[in-house]
């Protein structure tokens, strides 16, 4: 069938065959061979998801000669908020397209291609080798430098390189019980924070940490604890588990001191089980109010006492939006964003829109300056888990 299956395996096949750079140039030579596409480039979004960078073919300039685009108020971001396709006659006769290209509710970028005449089939089959292009890329990423380059609209120094190979991959995702997305600020001289999250068959994990400091060393100490918390989470150690490892390696290896808060959720229940390591306390939005969740304060990683860490719960029910921050989001200039306001006014967004409207604002407030890291992670609870069939599986209600 012309733009089937067949032809999606096709693409797929020769993506696999070409240099891992060239992810582009596969996509676009199957537009072009199928539907006479002309000017296809990828646009990724950037780290702090305020830009736009282009990347052309082989055969075109390497970069947009315009350079990043600012994303605000333009059609790209229209294309990633809404998640849907966007058509509109170009200058030359034809038809400009802009397609998401996204995984698991992680927005990578957008496919932008212009066509002499597309009707709604071809639309369709243009949108499938969007989606097949954003996971040709989540494969060849881990092969090449290109795409992480592509990300980048300012000089990276050493602390924020450090610490950006510190988070995860993708900044969102997506399932039945559940949406996250986060997003971290660096301050002008890096201030340790990093987040991190998870999902095995019956939980999903979420960190939210700060180690203390500026620059390099704020860095270096925070791989520090996110690897104690990774390798503990990786042999099985419940929340609990995990802050001891964690404090653990920072007596042992490091001077150094660092707040956190450890999330591990059953996905049946939605029961949340977690430790608070002198962190601020999470904000929630339950049934349109936004409230700050009571929970004991334990001392930070690091601090030399006795007091052992205490395991917490809270029961999250379907509808929850649970707000994990890190003190950057709330003091200096920070503290003039009325926090629990935004995260009411911002409750109908896909989370990933919420962070970028929640991080757009502290930036704002700080005149794009920062003296601390400011991270946030969004973690919308669904309760529904479908089984192979598309059922649901007893979520509670």
Same mark, same amino acid.
């Given at each position: 069938?012309?733009?089937?299956?067949?032809?999606?395996?096709?693409?797929?096949?020769?993506?696999?065959?070409?240099?891992?750079?060239?992810?582009?140039?596969?996509?676009? %030579?199957?537009?072009?061979?199928?539907?006479?596409?002309? =000017?296809?480039?990828?646009?990724?979004?950037?780290?702090?998801?305020?830009?736009?960078?282009?990347?052309?073919?082989?055969?075109?300039?390497?970069?947009?000669?315009?350079?990043?685009?600012?994303?605000?108020?333009?059609?790209?971001?229209?294309?990633?908020?809404?998640? #849907?396709?966007?058509?509109?006659?170009?200058?030359?006769?034809?038809?400009?397209?802009?397609?998401?290209?996204?995984?698991?509710? *992680?927005?990578?970028?957008?496919?932008?291609?212009?066509?002499?005449?597309?009707?709604?089939?071809?639309? @369709?089959?243009? @949108?499938?080798?969007?989606?097949?292009?954003?996971?040709?890329?989540?494969? *060849?990423?881990?092969?090449?430098?290109?795409?992480?380059?592509?990300?980048? $609209?300012?000089?990276?120094?050493?602390?924020?390189?450090?610490? %950006?190979?510190?988070?995860?991959?993708?900044?969102?995702?997506?399932?039945?019980?559940?949406?996250?997305?986060?997003?971290?600020?660096?301050?002008? &001289?890096?201030? /340790?924070?990093?987040?991190?999250?998870?999902?095995?068959?019956?939980?999903?994990?979420?960190?939210?940490? &700060?180690?203390? /400091? %500026? *620059?390099?060393?704020?860095?270096?100490?925070?791989? !520090? !604890?996110?690897?104690?918390?990774?390798?503990?989470?990786?042999?099985?150690?419940?929340?609990?588990?995990?802050?001891? %490892?964690?404090? @653990?390696?920072?007596?042992?290896?490091?001077? /150094?001191?660092?707040?956190?808060?450890? !999330?591990?959720?059953?996905?049946?229940?939605?029961?949340?089980?977690?430790?608070?390591?002198?962190?601020? =306390?999470?904000?929630?939005?339950?049934?349109?109010?936004?409230?700050?969740?009571?929970?004991?304060?334990?001392?930070?990683?690091?601090?030399?006492?006795?007091?052992?860490?205490?395991?917490?719960?809270?029961?999250?029910?379907?509808?929850?939006? !649970?707000?994990?921050?890190?003190?950057?989001?709330?003091? @200096?200039?920070?503290?003039?964003? &009325?926090?629990?306001?935004?995260?009411? *006014? $911002?409750?109908?967004?896909?989370?990933?829109?919420?962070?970028?409207?929640?991080?757009?604002?502290?930036?704002?407030?700080?005149?794009?300056?920062? =003296?601390?890291?400011? $991270?946030?992670?969004?973690?919308?609870?669904?309760?529904?888990? #479908?089984?192979?069939? /598309?059922?649901?599986?007893?979520?509670?209600?």
């Amino acid at each position: 069938m012309k733009g089937g299956d067949v032809e999606l395996g096709e693409l797929l096949a020769a993506a696999e065959a070409a240099p891992p750079g060239e992810s582009v140039d596969v996509v676009a %030579h199957d537009l072009q061979k199928r539907f006479g596409a002309e =000017r296809v480039s990828f646009l990724f979004v950037d780290l702090v998801g305020q830009r736009l960078v282009r990347l052309t073919t082989a055969g075109d300039d390497a970069a947009d000669p315009d350079g990043p685009i600012d994303l605000q108020g333009s059609v790209y971001d229209r294309v990633l908020r809404s998640q #849907r396709q966007h058509v509109e006659p170009d200058c030359q006769g034809g038809l400009r397209v802009i397609t998401p290209v996204t995984n698991r509710g *992680d927005c990578i970028g957008v496919l932008e291609a212009t066509l002499q005449s597309a009707d709604d089939t071809v639309l @369709r089959q243009v @949108r499938d080798a969007a989606h097949a292009l954003a996971y040709i890329i989540v494969t *060849d990423r881990r092969f090449t430098d290109l795409y992480h380059l592509g990300r980048r $609209t300012t000089e990276t120094s050493l602390a924020a390189e450090i610490q %950006h190979q510190l988070l995860p991959s993708a900044p969102c995702c997506e399932a039945d019980q559940f949406t996250l997305a986060a997003g971290l600020v660096p301050a002008d &001289d890096i201030g /340790g924070d990093t987040y991190d999250y998870t999902l095995d068959r019956d939980t999903l994990h979420l960190s939210v940490t &700060d180690a203390m /400091g %500026h *620059d390099t060393a704020s860095a270096l100490l925070a791989t !520090l !604890l996110v690897g104690a918390l990774r390798r503990a989470r990786r042999s099985g150690c419940d929340a609990l588990r995990q802050a001891e %490892h964690a404090h @653990r390696a920072l007596l042992s290896h490091s001077r /150094g001191l660092a707040t956190g808060q450890l !999330l591990c959720v059953d996905l049946e229940t939605g029961l949340c089980e977690l430790v608070n390591a002198g962190h601020p =306390r999470p904000l929630r939005l339950r049934d349109g109010a936004v409230e700050e969740v009571e929970l004991a304060v334990n001392l930070p990683f690091g601090v030399v006492a006795p007091t052992p860490y205490r395991l917490q719960e809270l029961q999250l029910r379907p509808g929850d939006r !649970l707000i994990l921050l890190t003190d950057g989001m709330q003091e @200096r200039g920070a503290a003039a964003v &009325d926090l629990a306001a935004l995260v009411r *006014d $911002t409750g109908a967004l896909h989370p990933r829109e919420a962070v970028r409207s929640l991080t757009g604002a502290v930036l704002e407030a700080c005149h794009g300056s920062l =003296r601390d890291d400011a $991270t946030i992670l969004i973690l919308d609870w669904h309760g529904e888990r #479908r089984g192979p069939d /598309g059922t649901g599986q007893g979520a509670q209600r």
